[in-house]
T-cell receptor
Framework: GAVVSQHPSWVICKSGTSVKIECRSL??????MFWYRQFPKQSLMLMAT?????????EQGVEKDKFLINHASLTLSTLTVTSAHPEDSSFYIC?????????????FGPGTRLTVT | QKEVEQDPGPLSVPEGAIVSLNCTYS??????FMWYRQYSRKGPELLMY????GNKEDGRFTAQVDKSSKYISLFIRDSQPSDSATYLC????????????FGKGTMLLVSP
C-alpha cells in the first residue's frame, strides 16, 4: 500500500516559537494533501486541503496566517505552526491522495504530536 | 446535531466475540462510507469502504450501509486482541474532489 511519512513524530516547543511539520508520500505522487487536527477522544478535523503548486484551501475557522501550508512538490507538504501557543497543542495528521484516486483513497501519515509549553 | 455521530466507547469484549460498531449521520448526500482503524498515537488506516447501501465483506470484517436509516455498521468476527484500537467512520458525498467527514471514533478493547 501507499506510504505516507511525517516528521517529526513528536515535538515540544516554547510558546511564541514556530514549528514545521513535514508530510511525505514515499511511493506515489500526491497531487492532494490534507492536514487534520485531532484532540484527545475527538474526531479528525480537517484544517486545510492543498494541491501541488497551488495555495491551500483552509476550512472555516482555521487561521491561514497561523497555519502555513506549502505543497511545493508531488511528494512533500509542510505545515508550519507560527507563534505557537499552548492551545495549539494537538495531534496533527496529514493524508495524501494520488492523481487519479478517489476521495476515500487517502493514505494517512502516522501523525505529529505537538506540545507547546 | 452533528453530521456524524459515533459512540466513543470504550467497548470491551472478550477474544472471539463478534463486535458491532455503528455510526449515524444526518447528511443524505453522503454516498461513500469508510471505516478506519487507528492505533494509539498513530494515523488512521483504511479498513473498508462502501458505496451507497449494501454489505461488503473482507475477511473478518463486514461493512453495512443503510442509507434509508442513515446508519452504517462495521462487524468484526472472531475478534482478536490485536483488533484493540479506535475505529473511525468517515463519509463523503462524492468520489471526486471532496472532503471526508469523520465520526469521533469508538475505542475497542479485546481482552485475551
Amino acid at each position: 500500500g501507499a506510504v505516507v511519512s511525517q516528521h517529526p513524530s513528536w515535538v515540544i516547543c516554547k510558546s511564541g516559537t514556530s514549528v514545521k511539520i513535514e508530510c511525505r508520500s514515499l511511493d506515489f505522487q500526491a497531487t492532494t494533501m490534507f492536514w487534520y487536527r485531532q484532540f484527545p477522544k475527538q474526531s479528525l478535523m480537517l484544517m486545510a486541503t492543498s494541491n501541488e503548486g497551488s495555495k491551500a484551501t483552509y476550512e472555516q475557522g482555521v487561521e491561514k496566517d497561523k497555519f502555513l501550508i506549502n505543497h511545493a512538490s508531488l511528494t512533500l507538504s509542510t505545515l508550519t505552526v507560527t507563534s505557537a501557543h499552548p492551545e495549539d497543542s494537538s495531534f496533527y495528521i496529514c493524508s495524501a491522495r494520488g492523481r487519479s484516486s478517489s476521495t476515500y483513497e487517502q493514505y494517512f501519515g502516522p501523525g505529529t504530536r505537538l506540545t507547546v509549553t | 446535531q452533528k453530521e456524524v455521530e459515533q459512540d466513543p466507547g470504550p467497548l470491551s469484549v472478550p477474544e472471539g466475540a463478534i463486535v458491532s460498531l455503528n455510526c449515524t449521520y444526518s447528511n443524505s448526500a453522503f454516498q461513500y462510507f469508510m471505516w478506519y482503524r487507528q492505533y494509539s498515537r498513530k494515523g488512521p488506516e483504511l479498513l473498508m469502504y462502501t458505496y451507497s447501501s449494501g454489505n461488503k465483506e473482507d475477511g473478518r470484517f463486514t461493512a453495512q450501509v443503510d442509507k434509508s436509516s442513515k446508519y452504517i455498521s462495521l462487524f468484526i468476527r472472531d475478534s482478536q486482541p490485536s483488533d484493540s484500537a479506535t475505529y473511525l467512520c468517515a463519509m463523503t458525498a462524492s468520489s471526486g474532489y471532496s472532503t471526508l467527514t469523520f465520526g469521533k471514533g469508538t475505542m475497542l478493547l479485546v481482552s485475551p
